[in-house]
């Protein structure tokens, strides 16, 4: 298992189903965010916010939340926020740590208890390659339910590195999922899902986004 995993995850959950698997931790989440962002977590995440289109007044959802860092960084833009995570642990951390404008539901990305249509915006940040392989596509069909018409919608992940030393290291770390997930490959099922993918970046030191839109 690797490190990471070990560190921050679920020590009942498998040892690796090629997806990253919840964070159980969040304190030691929290600090190796903190140390892998070199101080810049801010900067990126509102950099995140600002591609995602976000502003005042609109309603936003926040797929694999986990402490809910990027819930706060788009509530300061939106006003108020949903976020979603399966992991009570980190849930209850974000519940703590968030002003009453974000509002946090336990509960995977492809089953979100809330209405047909009732937010504009869907971000991810860092949760794709925690989410099992065979529920990816059943998640961006539930983004999809979720966002109105015009929705957008926008998914940040690791980018990793293309060299095989940096990427075997990554794979020691930080383990399968986040060695071998490239955002960009999910475009055709976002696409399936029923979004028009319209783009996609990257966003430094080593987040790649796609954004979509429900047309
Ligand atoms: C690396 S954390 C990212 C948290 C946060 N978005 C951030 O950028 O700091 C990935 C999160 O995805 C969550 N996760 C795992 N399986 C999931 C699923 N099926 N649906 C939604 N989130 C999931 C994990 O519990 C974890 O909190």
Redesign the pocket.
């Known amino acids: 298992m690797a490190l990471a995993r070990r560190l921050?995850g679920?020590p009942h959950g498998p040892a690796d189903d090629h997806?990253?698997?919840?964070?159980?931790a969040?304190k030691r989440?929290e600090l190796f965010?903190a140390l892998a962002f070199l101080g810049r977590r801010r900067a990126v995440?509102d950099r995140l916010v600002a591609r995602a289109g976000i502003t005042a007044g609109d309603r936003v959802l926040?797929?694999?939340?986990?402490?809910?860092?990027?819930?706060r960084r788009a509530a300061a833009v939106a006003g108020s926020v949903v976020?979603?995570?399966?992991?009570i642990n980190?849930i209850e951390y974000a519940r703590r740590k968030s002003p009453p404008t974000c509002v946090f539901h336990v509960?995977?990305?492809?089953r979100v208890p809330e209405e047909d249509a009732s937010f504009d915006v869907a971000v991810?940040?860092?949760?794709l390659?925690?989410?099992?392989p065979g529920?990816r596509a059943d998640?961006f069909a539930e983004i999809f339910r979720l966002l109105c018409p015009g929705g957008r919608l926008l998914i940040?992940d690791f980018r990793p590195p293309s060299g095989a030393l940096g990427n075997r290291f990554v794979g020691a770390v930080a383990g399968h999922a986040m060695q071998h997930t490239q955002v960009e490959d999910h475009a055709p099922a976002i696409t399936a899902a029923g979004f028009t993918v319209v783009g996609e970046g990257d966003l430094r030191p080593f987040l790649h986004y796609v954004r979509a839109l429900v047309q």
């Open positions: 921050m679920d997806s990253g698997g919840l964070i159980t969040p989440y965010a995440f926040d797929i694999g939340c986990g402490t809910g860092y990027l819930t976020g979603v995570d399966p992991s980190v509960a995977e990305g492809r991810s940040s860092l949760a390659h925690h989410i099992e529920q998640t940040a």
